[in-house]
């Protein structure tokens, strides 16, 4: 995963514009956004899956960065003061309080657009994504978490859940997969998604944890894992490595 890891930034890297680049403040923050990053799980979820469907990680590299540069918009976007109005995201000032909120904006719609630059040499990744991370998923998610009688279950897996299920599907179509194998990673990201939310809100002691308390969430995040888990049995024993990620996901919530 480590070796996913640094080539996903060198990806990523390469595909930015340099922060020398006219309008520099811009060009600075798009890449502020984006390094020195997070755990970059989800352009990991694409490279492991596309490997498992037994694609060379030279060919996922372009759509695992892209889907990077999505969620770290829509990390960007969520901070800003009409959102969760954030001051630090991973340890540094957020990215409006370190250029301003317009340029934030400006940025975060940045990223967006330089994803879709990328995706539009894979059209029927573009297609997916793009349902993916609209209205009709994290979007529409985001909306949902703004709502006081929220559905918990729901927002979740539009807010998280959709970009971790496209970005399997991604891996899956980047290497061809055929359809019964793309439809198991599929089913394998949507419950992937709601147990990343379920240890999010144990390690934040939000949302499922408030409702339904510290341990029924843990015994929940325990069952979707095993769910997850079930959807890999079609790729035998080289499901390790997303069988990894599950259980670092698990450990991390305790
Ligand atoms: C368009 C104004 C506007 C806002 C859109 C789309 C959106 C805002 C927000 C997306 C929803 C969101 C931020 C979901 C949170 C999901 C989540 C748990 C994020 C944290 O992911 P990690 O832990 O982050 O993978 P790192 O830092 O590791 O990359």
Not at 20 to 47: D, E, N, Q, T, W
Not at 182 to 197: H, M, T
Not at 201 to 219: P, Q, S, W
């Amino acid at each position: 995963m480590k070796n996913y890891s640094s080539k996903i930034n060198q990806t990523l890297n390469e595909i930015l514009p340099p922060a020398s680049l006219s309008p520099k403040k811009l060009h600075r923050a798009m890449r502020y956004a984006v390094f020195p990053g997070g755990k970059r799980i989800r352009p990991i979820l694409v490279c492991a899956a596309s490997s498992l469907c037994g694609g060379k990680i030279k060919k996922a590299l372009p759509a695992a960065a892209a889907i990077e540069l999505i969620h770290c918009y829509s990390l960007v976007h969520d901070d800003l003061p009409g959102m969760d109005n954030d001051d630090f995201r991973r340890g540094r000032p957020t990215v409006h309080r370190k250029f301003g909120e317009a340029t934030a904006l400006l940025a975060g719609c940045g990223l967006l657009t330089l994803a879709f630059e990328i995706l539009s040499d894979y059209p029927k990744i573009a297609s997916r994504v793009a349902r993916a991370i609209g209205s009709r998923g994290m979007i529409g998610g985001q909306e949902l978490d703004l709502s006081r009688d929220k559905n918990l279950k729901l927002t979740s897996l539009k807010k998280t859940g959709e970009l971790f299920r496209v970005s399997l599907e991604a891996g899956a179509l980047v290497a061809g997969c055929p359809g019964k194998k793309l439809r198991y990673l599929s089913r394998f990201g949507i419950k992937l998604g709601e147990l990343f939310q379920l240890s999010d809100d144990i390690l934040d002691e939000d949302g499922f944890v408030k409702l339904i308390g510290k341990n029924k969430t843990r015994a929940r995040a325990r069952r979707v894992a095993r769910e997850a888990k079930k959807e890999l049995g079609i790729f035998a024993n080289r499901s390790q490595p997303l069988e990894g990620i599950i259980d670092r996901i698990l450990n991390r919530a305790g």
